[in-house]
């Protein structure tokens, strides 16, 4: 296969991604843009394997190592897609991210040891370009942050793990930043001695703090930021992709990193804007770091008014129009099913279900999106935040379930922690009803007026049975 050839399937394979990440922008062309990334990819891995056998002088030995990885890690691959819970998404999407970090750390350190089979233009016993040395450094040690990081954010949103470093909540010591910012500007310092002097011992080195400080940038952040975790380890790993595709002067590779790290770039900052942080606020310690926040369940002597099942039913039977608030308690109680069982017996009656989705709501970027269109919920009742705020104050009924921070009225009072974040207006609908397991508070540590308010009913429960006992309730 001659070099044009191979550049041209490459070029194609990345307006695949191209239209793939378009395509994935909504719901509605969300299926095409998997096909597109899906055939995006095939024309990539076709690619590559063509160029290792050519490569490899037509020898059969490499061609079975790389049939071998791709029939390992594909089966893997299907095997996760199809066994993967709904409320499991976030985790394994960590898990991904891991994955592209290590394997981009693989790579550096192969291209390292022996960099005449795998950079361009080199014999046996050449040294590596200074620029080559200098790509190799950034995409490693990118690769090292973003796959101990991905590791320690799994732990975090699976939640079912003892080790203290997985635990929702933040970890934080004394002198914390300022010891991340020297092992930085180590690693940093150890990256260009490598870069100049192509030191083996510099360059491990280098690596073995990077992976120190994917740990450290994380453990520091809580639960609630997790969304904003996410998508800038899914940056990271784009850009890890980008800079090892410059060392082995891979233009898909660069072009596939650059979309995926900028996207994730954009996502993270479009998620602070939506909890009215800064990207740096989140990356020096989240909401569990506040001083000030409350610890969870600390105001739980408040009265509260709560209802049955039945009450709730007789509310939202005689309503015009519902709002639906779903928060990670339904994905927890995984009842986005019988939420949709609940609006198509609503919408039998004559009454207008709609559906408000927070932007951080869940524990990754889209989340409630994801388990909705699971249950085949119609696109056209599915609003975001700025589309759907509008429209509480004329709703006979919001329902909130399982949402916390997220419809908080905490964040129009100055001096909360959460002052100033975008909230969904359930407070402001004309009754309220609140679905949670207990009265704890959010991730932020904060107590949630709208509990308290004479408007609001609490229905106590497993999201799930809760719903579906309304759903039978309703005549």
Same mark, same amino acid.
């Given at each position: 296969m001659s070099i044009?050839?191979?550049?041209?399937?490459?070029?194609?394979?990345?307006?695949?991604? %191209?239209q793939?990440?378009?395509?994935?922008?909504?719901?509605?062309?969300s299926?095409?843009?998997?096909?597109?990334?899906?055939?995006?990819m095939?024309?990539?891995?076709g690619?590559?394997?063509?160029?290792?056998?050519?490569?490899?002088?037509?020898?059969?030995?490499?061609?079975?190592w790389?049939?071998l990885?791709?029939?390992?890690?594909g089966?893997?691959?299907a095997?996760r &897609?199809?066994?993967?819970?709904?409320?499991?998404?976030?985790?394994?999407?960590?898990?991904?991210?891991?994955?592209?970090?290590?394997?981009?750390?693989?790579?550096?350190?192969a291209a390292v040891a022996?960099?005449? &089979?795998l950079?361009?233009g080199?014999?046996k016993g050449?040294p590596?370009?200074?620029?080559?040395?200098?790509?190799?450094?950034?995409?490693?040690?990118?690769?090292?942050?973003t796959f101990s990081?991905?590791?320690?954010?799994?732990g975090?949103?699976?939640?079912?793990?003892?080790?203290?470093?997985?635990?929702?909540?933040?970890?934080?010591?004394?002198?914390?930043h300022?010891?991340n910012?020297?092992?930085?500007?180590?690693t940093?310092?150890?990256?260009?001695?490598?870069t100049?002097?192509?030191?083996?011992?510099?360059f491990f080195?280098?690596?073995?703090l990077?992976?120190?400080?994917?740990?450290l940038?994380?453990?520091?952040i809580?639960?609630?930021?997790m969304?904003?975790?996410?998508s800038?380890l899914?940056s990271?790993s784009?850009?890890?992709?980008?800079?090892?595709?410059f060392?082995l002067n891979?233009?898909?590779l660069?072009?596939a990193?650059?979309?995926v790290?900028?996207s994730g770039?954009?996502?993270?900052?479009?998620?602070?804007?939506?909890?009215?942080?800064?990207?740096f606020?989140?990356?020096?310690?989240?909401?569990?770091?506040?001083?000030?926040?409350?610890?969870?369940?600390?105001?739980?002597?408040r009265?509260?008014k709560?209802?049955?099942?039945d009450?709730?039913?007789?509310l939202?039977?005689? &309503?015009?129009t519902v709002i639906i608030?779903p928060?990670?308690?339904?994905?927890v109680?995984?009842?986005?099913h019988?939420?949709?069982?609940l609006?198509?017996?609503?919408t039998?009656?004559?009454?207008?279900?709609?559906?408000?989705?927070?932007?951080?709501?869940?524990?990754?970027?889209?989340?409630m999106?994801?388990?909705?269109?699971?249950?085949?919920?119609?696109y056209?009742?599915?609003?975001e935040?700025e589309?759907i705020?509008?429209e509480?104050?004329?709703?006979?009924?919001?329902i909130v379930?399982?949402?916390?921070?997220?419809?908080n009225?905490?964040a129009?009072?100055?001096?909360s922690?959460i002052?100033?974040?975008?909230?969904?207006?359930?407070?402001?609908a004309?009754?309220? %009803?609140?679905?949670k397991r207990?009265?704890?508070?959010?991730?932020?540590?904060l107590?949630n007026?709208?509990f308290?308010?004479d408007?609001?009913?609490?229905v106590?429960?497993?999201?799930k049975?809760?719903v579906?006992?309304?759903?039978?309730?309703i005549?």
């Amino acid at each position: 296969m001659s070099i044009n050839v191979a550049t041209l399937l490459y070029l194609l394979a990345s307006v695949c991604f %191209i239209q793939a990440l378009k395509g994935l922008s909504h719901p509605t062309t969300s299926i095409r843009g998997n096909m597109f990334g899906m055939v995006g990819m095939a024309i990539a891995m076709g690619t590559t394997a063509a160029l290792i056998v050519e490569h490899s002088g037509g020898k059969a030995q490499g061609m079975v190592w790389v049939l071998l990885g791709l029939v390992v890690g594909g089966a893997y691959g299907a095997y996760r &897609a199809r066994t993967v819970e709904m409320t499991k998404m976030p985790e394994l999407v960590a898990f991904f991210h891991s994955m592209i970090g290590l394997a981009a750390v693989f790579i550096a350190v192969a291209a390292v040891a022996e960099p005449y &089979a795998l950079l361009q233009g080199l014999a046996k016993g050449d040294p590596i370009p200074t620029g080559n040395r200098l790509e190799l450094f950034l995409g490693a040690a990118i690769g090292a942050i973003t796959f101990s990081g991905s590791v320690i954010a799994f732990g975090k949103l699976s939640g079912t793990y003892k080790f203290r470093l997985f635990k929702g909540a933040p970890v934080v010591f004394p002198g914390q930043h300022k010891l991340n910012l020297v092992l930085g500007l180590v690693t940093i310092a150890l990256g260009l001695v490598f870069t100049y002097n192509e030191s083996w011992s510099a360059f491990f080195a280098m690596l073995a703090l990077a992976f120190v400080m994917g740990v450290l940038i994380i453990i520091p952040i809580g639960g609630a930021d997790m969304p904003v975790v996410v998508s800038m380890l899914n940056s990271y790993s784009g850009w890890a992709a980008a800079g090892i595709g410059f060392s082995l002067n891979n233009p898909m590779l660069i072009i596939a990193g650059s979309l995926v790290g900028s996207s994730g770039a954009i996502l993270s900052y479009i998620m602070c804007k939506a909890m009215n942080r800064s990207f740096f606020n989140v990356i020096l310690g989240g909401f569990g770091g506040e001083a000030g926040a409350a610890p969870a369940g600390a105001a739980v002597q408040r009265p509260v008014k709560s209802g049955s099942a039945d009450d709730a039913a007789f509310l939202l039977s005689n &309503a015009e129009t519902v709002i639906i608030v779903p928060g990670y308690g339904l994905a927890v109680a995984r009842a986005q099913h019988a939420v949709k069982e609940l609006a198509a017996k609503l919408t039998e009656h004559g009454v207008t279900v709609k559906y408000a989705i927070h932007p951080v709501a869940g524990r990754m970027p889209g989340h409630m999106n994801v388990l909705l269109a699971e249950a085949e919920v119609p696109y056209d009742q599915v609003f975001e935040m700025e589309d759907i705020n509008t429209e509480f104050a004329q709703a006979d009924v919001a329902i909130v379930l399982g949402a916390n921070d997220v419809v908080n009225p905490a964040a129009l009072e100055k001096g909360s922690a959460i002052y100033g974040m975008p909230i969904l207006e359930a407070y402001k609908a004309k009754s309220v %009803i609140v679905n949670k397991r207990s009265m704890a508070a959010g991730y932020a540590g904060l107590d949630n007026e709208l509990f308290y308010m004479d408007k609001t009913m609490m229905v106590f429960g497993d999201a799930k049975k809760v719903v579906e006992d309304i759903t039978k309730a309703i005549e």
